[in-house]
């Protein structure tokens, strides 16, 4: 006898889990790792699964359903997880489709339609039909790694629904399945075609014609409440089943947030894009008055008209991002309008258009973008509002900001005035948030910062909503414009629709799933809007104390884990000119992004589905694949830092007991270096020998890794013996000796000592044989590399306060001394002051030696940014420098190498690592001709280049020494 599927409390997770996996569901997991990373999407709201299924094929859905069936247990479907609203969780099980499930199934062309599959990622489908001059029109900011079921769930618009419409718009058909087992294929239907459907008499008959008699009981009610402008999202979108419409049951379900049916298929249309497009930046003196404006804009016939507060750009930080927005026209508030057309009509029609804007009242200014690359990091700042505006600027990193209300439209004429109300209306609850999203078409998104912590502030943020629901309706607007009501909207919907429009959508929800067992609680019969919070003052976490001072976060870990507020960005598998996250890119694994690996991190701090703190296996395990290579700490736009929380959780993790090999070989290489120095020729004939695989077998170390040769003499000596060149009429430099190059590879030294001598410095190094304490940071050994930063202070802390550069060749050394030492020594002014000290050679010469000329060097280049430096430095000074050489370099958007330092080569990693650089790194290398020198400063990046080619890479020290003049003598 099947339970109520509302009814979980007495169902066993491991009874499910066990069915499932005895179902044919395809891939099913039930462990307390799983649930945890499933626990949230990008909403406020957090349910614990009480299992995940990822399907491989149809049958694996079906069989899910008859499984969950039969025990009364609900269904969540799921993409990517980024809904702001709360319906991509559910407690029951949640059926992952990104994973797997996620195939193109055929593109036709001439017809210009595609087949798909639900998990298929937004761009993998672009992609596939830009290869046909051809895309898919709706395009939200999360195009990078939305699916397109998830957009089908939501109905999601983007940016250029203005001119292309939302998801409904362009769906053509879709197979789904209901709770019950039903398969049914939907489209539009002509009268005959009803009335055959009827006639058939099967389960498809009895919904359709129950369907039908629906919209003809409610013709008119369908015509003059719903559809009343494009971005009336909110509830069901009844008005597709009017005769006008061709009772369009595909159209009808789009939105209906995985509540009705299960997608299994969607055949969608396929626009040709204009031949060339322009940026307009139309500026204002606040977004109430770009907001006025909006109306007189929209017979331009634009792509795309987004709004942007200064508020959210000011919350920028990427220096490239920061250099665009400042170029802007003077102002407090933009319109972004993208034209498309002709390359010969594009300029006529942008001053047509800013000519409008000129007419608004507070127009401040106007630019048209040219140049692609900067049209592009502004087009960034709007892609990601969502995770910009989770953090407003403020001490101690600024306060949270939820969404809850980040989704509302009105008619584009009611934007001015809903806007002033609404910004009156937060400063009446004495809250605050960054405004930005589709003006065009009258859809705004804020992060407001509403406290969850206490139950005053979440009385706050219920009073809110429901005031800012009611405004919504006295403007005739939605309470969703894209996102979809979720948990986050459901309740209030009564504000907006009244009574008999909510009768309404419970028939239409009862109709498709009698037995509410797909996603309930969302839509009708709604959750409330405080209930199941992610943060909530009825739960206490951990007493957790930190070595690191996370003063970002006001010294609180729990709080710095959930600045992961799941955008999932960290997703964007094909997303090129990031770093973030090598391990996902290979395993497209939740576990193995940021996103999973922070979210069992909080669910840690909790205590409740994680239960062992510090000790957790299962945090252990998710962070196993974690490089430490530092991408997301700029590249996600909410500043998670997981190889900071890595670092924290193994130090607490292994205190007091046994560590894995690798940690006592990699990160204590610095020291186990020194030693082998005093006799590298014995050592490297042992690592060489037969007896190298036992070597590395103790040593934690892949089989498949060469060992690294040790030089047969440290750069330290050969510098401590020679005498100094040049005038030095610069003044000092510190070169940073790090402890890779000094014993492996002391050529990169020596270049870089006759580079800086070429360019006037005078080269000292630090008394002795210092460390950064890199390995045991990454190691999370914090305890010792805290002892090695107070050395390493000691011996650099009277350069750094004389005002002498510190300048490193090995960036991830370089990057420990901007950033690390601080951090590990908090409050020490030495520490601070090398933080401050420290640059990339790229950056000495170029800031303070701009009058040196380097060598001209005729050549072309590809390049490797080092992970830590695109995290710390970024590569602009080594462009400029590059330049300068008159060499022709193209910076290859590769992400990380994948070795990572130790990673690479410990045991059990070796395949991610080789896969992660298979991505784009090794092949560009194997792809370069002959004479184009593969520029890679790191020395990881080197040694997995020498290791998976028959290549080298060359640091720019050694590019630039060998072309310098015969009066400097090389080395």
Request: aromatic share 8%; net charge positive.
């Given at each position: 006898m099947t339970t109520t599927v509302q009814d979980l409390g007495s169902v066993d997770t491991a009874a499910v889990t066990d069915a499932l996996s005895r179902g044919n569901c395809g891939e099913v997991a039930g462990d307390a790792g799983r649930r945890a990373q499933y626990s949230a999407d990008a909403s406020n709201y957090r349910q614990i699964p009480l299992a995940v299924v990822f399907p491989r094929e149809r049958r694996h859905v079906l069989n899910t359903l008859g499984?969950?069936?039969?025990?009364?247990?609900?269904?969540?479907?799921?993409?990517?997880?980024?809904?702001?609203?709360?319906?991509?969780?559910?407690?029951?099980?949640?059926?992952?489709?990104?994973?797997?499930?996620?195939?193109?199934?055929?593109?036709?062309?001439?017809?210009?339609?595609?087949?798909?599959?639900?998990?298929?990622?937004?761009?993998?489908?672009?992609?596939?039909?830009?290869?046909?001059?051809?895309?898919?029109?709706?395009?939200?900011?999360?195009?990078?790694?939305?699916?397109?079921?998830?957009?089908?769930?939501?109905?999601?618009?983007?940016?250029?629904?203005?001119?292309?419409?939302?998801?409904?718009?362009?769906?053509?058909?879709?197979?789904v399945v209901t709770y019950r087992g039903t398969v049914v294929h939907l489209g539009e239907m002509t009268q005959d075609e009803i009335d055959d459907a009827m006639a058939a008499g099967d389960d498809r008959a009895q919904l359709i014609a129950s369907l039908y008699q629906l919209a003809q009981s409610n013709l008119a009610t369908l015509r003059t409440k719903l559809g009343q402008f494009p971005r009336q999202v909110s509830g069901y979108a009844l008005e597709h089943l009017l005769p006008e419409n061709r009772f369009n049951l595909a159209r009808a379900l789009v939105g209906s947030e995985g509540t009705l049916a299960v997608v299994l298929s969607a055949t969608v249309r396929l626009i040709p894009p204009p031949p060339a497009r322009a940026l307009v930046v139309l500026g204002f003196q606040d977004a109430c008055a770009a907001a006025d404006a909006v109306p007189s804009l929209l017979d331009h016939r634009l792509l795309a008209l987004e709004g942007l507060d200064q508020a959210l750009t000011d919350i920028v930080t990427r220096p490239e991002t920061r250099a665009a927005i400042d170029t802007l026209p003077a102002a407090r508030a933009w319109l972004f309008a993208e034209i498309g057309g002709t390359p010969d009509e594009l300029p006529r029609r942008a001053e047509a258009l800013a000519a409008s804007a000129r007419q608004a009242d507070g127009f401040t200014g106007s630019e048209v973008i040219a140049d692609p690359a900067r049209a592009r990091r502004l087009w960034r700042i709007r892609e990601d509002g969502a995770g910009l505006a989770t953090r407003l600027p403020g001490p101690g990193g600024g306060s949270e900001a939820w969404p809850g209300w980040e989704d509302a439209a009105v008619p584009p004429d009611q934007l001015g005035s809903y806007l002033r109300q609404f910004t009156e209306l937060l400063g009446h609850h004495q809250l605050q948030g960054a405004v930005y999203g589709h003006f065009g078409e009258g859809c705004l998104h804020v992060r407001i910062n509403f406290d969850f912590t206490t139950e005053e502030g979440t009385a706050v943020f219920r009073a809110f909503v429901t005031d800012a629901a009611e405004l919504i309706a006295a403007h005739g607007g939605s309470l969703s414009g894209e996102h979809g009501d979720g948990q986050a909207r459901s309740a209030l919907l009564p504000l907006m629709y009244g009574p008999d429009i909510i009768a309404l959508f419970e028939e239409f929800k009862s109709i498709w799933d009698p037995d509410n067992g797909l996603n309930p609680g969302m839509i009708v019969h709604p959750l409330p809007v405080d209930g199941n919070l992610r943060v909530s003052p009825h739960r206490t976490p951990l007493p957790l104390t930190t070595v690191l001072p996370f003063h970002a976060d006001g010294g609180d870990f729990a709080k710095a884990t959930r600045r992961c507020v799941g955008v999932g960005k960290c997703r964007s598998a094909g997303h090129r000119g990031d770093v973030m996250c090598p391990s996902y890119r290979v395993t497209l694994d939740e576990r193995d992004s940021t996103r999973g690996r922070a979210r069992l991190l909080y669910e840690m701090t909790q205590g409740e589905v994680i239960t062992d703190g510090w000790r957790s296996t299962e945090v252990r395990d998710a962070l196993d694949l974690c490089l430490s290579?530092?991408?997301?700490?700029?590249?996600?736009?909410?500043?998670?830092?997981?190889?900071?929380?890595?670092?924290?959780?193994?130090?607490?993790?292994?205190?007091?007991?046994?560590?894995?090999?690798?940690?006592?070989?990699?990160?204590?290489?610095?020291?186990?270096?020194?030693?082998?120095?005093?006799?590298?020729?014995?050592?490297?004939?042992?690592?060489?020998?037969?007896?190298?695989?036992?070597?590395?077998?103790?040593?934690?170390?892949?089989?498949?890794?060469?060992?690294?040769?040790?030089?047969?003499?440290?750069?330290?000596?050969?510098?401590?013996?020679?005498?100094?060149?040049?005038?030095?009429?610069?003044?000092?430099?510190?070169?940073?000796?790090?402890?890779?190059?000094?014993?492996?590879?002391?050529?990169?030294?020596?270049?870089?000592?006759?580079?800086?001598?070429?360019?006037?410095?005078?080269?000292?190094?630090?008394?002795?044989?210092?460390?950064?304490?890199?390995?045991?940071?990454?190691?999370?050994?914090?305890?010792?590399?805290r002892r090695i930063a107070r050395r390493t202070t000691t011996a650099l802390g009277p350069a750094a306060g004389a005002g002498i550069p510190i300048v490193g060749l090995e960036p991830s050394c370089t990057a420990a001394l901007r950033s690390d030492l601080a951090e590990l020594l908090d409050g020490n002014a030495d520490a601070r002051a090398i933080a401050g000290s420290t640059v990339t050679l790229a950056e000495l010469l170029i800031h303070q030696a701009s009058d040196w000329q380097p060598p001209l060097i005729e050549t072309s280049s590809i390049s490797q940014t080092h992970c830590h430096q695109h995290a710390t430095s970024g590569f602009s000074a080594d462009s400029t420098l590059l330049r300068r050489m008159g060499v022709d370099n193209t910076t290859l958007d590769s992400g990380c190498c994948g070795l990572a330092g130790n990673f690479g080569f410990e045991r059990g990693h070796y395949d991610v690592s080789v896969a992660a650089g298979e991505q784009v790194l090794l092949p560009a290398v194997r792809a370069a001709d002959l004479d184009t020198h593969i520029l890679a400063d790191g020395f990881s990046c080197r040694t997995q280049i020498s290791q998976q080619t028959d290549r080298t890479g060359t640091h720019v020290a050694q590019l630039i020494a060998r072309a310098l003049p015969p009066s400097v003598p090389s080395s």
């Open positions: 499984v969950c069936r039969r025990l009364g247990v609900p269904v969540t479907s799921r993409g990517a997880g980024t809904s702001t609203s709360g319906q991509a969780v559910g407690a029951g099980v949640v059926l992952d489709f990104s994973r797997f499930f996620n195939r193109l199934l055929a593109l036709d062309p001439q017809a210009r339609t595609a087949t798909v599959q639900p998990g298929i990622v937004l761009d993998d489908l672009q992609t596939a039909a830009a290869e046909h001059g051809l895309l898919f029109g709706a395009d939200p900011s999360t195009h990078s790694r939305c699916t397109l079921g998830g957009m089908i769930g939501n109905n999601a618009c983007g940016t250029h629904s203005v001119a292309w419409g939302r998801t409904a718009d362009n769906v053509a058909e879709l197979e290579c530092k991408g997301c700490s700029v590249d996600c736009p909410v500043g998670v830092d997981v190889a900071t929380y890595k670092s924290e959780f193994l130090h607490h993790h292994y205190k007091g007991r046994v560590r894995p090999a690798s940690h006592y070989t990699m990160g204590w290489l610095p020291l186990l270096s020194r030693l082998a120095a005093r006799m590298p020729r014995l050592v490297n004939a042992l690592t060489s020998s037969r007896l190298a695989s036992l070597i590395k077998r103790l040593g934690g170390i892949a089989a498949q890794r060469n060992l690294p040769q040790f030089a047969d003499q440290t750069f330290l000596t050969w510098f401590r013996s020679r005498t100094p060149q040049g005038e030095g009429h610069r003044g000092p430099v510190m070169l940073w000796v790090d402890s890779f190059n000094n014993h492996f590879t002391p050529d990169v030294l020596k270049a870089g000592v006759d580079v800086l001598e070429s360019a006037g410095f005078r080269v000292q190094v630090p008394d002795g044989t210092q460390c950064c304490g890199l390995t045991w940071i990454t190691t999370g050994q914090l305890s010792i590399a």
